[in-house]
């Protein structure tokens, strides 16, 4: 099993920027192509970002685009999501996913929230 923790959220104000640390263990990480998804009272888990095995794939969500910078480091095992221009929208909490052809990992999750 991979296992998956989430680090760096906490409170922002608007504007500002906050970096999330995913760190994986148990498992190949070059394995796994990596996401971030986030999730508010109510609403569906979305995708915010996603990197292939090898980073030469990178996909964002229409509303992050220009702010938000997925990046991942292999040999560290870890992946990591630069949040700039923060707004009060983005607040959520945030997952870490690892995903193979044949499984899907999920961490705990971190808590972001963006004050005026």
């Known amino acids: 099993q991979l296992h998956l923790v989430e680090s760096g959220g906490g409170l922002v104000q608007a504007g500002g920027s906050l970096r999330l640390s995913c760190a994986a263990s148990g498992r190949t990480f070059s394995s796994y192509a990596m996401g971030w998804f986030r999730q508010s009272p109510g609403k569906e888990r979305d995708v915010v970002a996603a990197?292939?095995?090898?980073?030469?794939?990178?996909y964002y969500g229409d509303s992050v685009k220009g702010r938000f910078t997925i990046s991942r480091d292999n040999a560290k095992n870890m992946v990591y999501l630069q949040m700039n221009s923060l707004k009060s929208e983005d607040t959520a909490g945030y997952y870490c996913?690892?995903?193979?052809?044949?499984?899907?990992?999920w961490g705990q999750g971190t808590q972001v929230t963006v004050s005026l």
């Open positions: 996913n690892a995903r193979s052809f044949w499984e899907d990992f």
């Open positions: 990197i292939s095995r090898s980073g030469s794939t990178i």
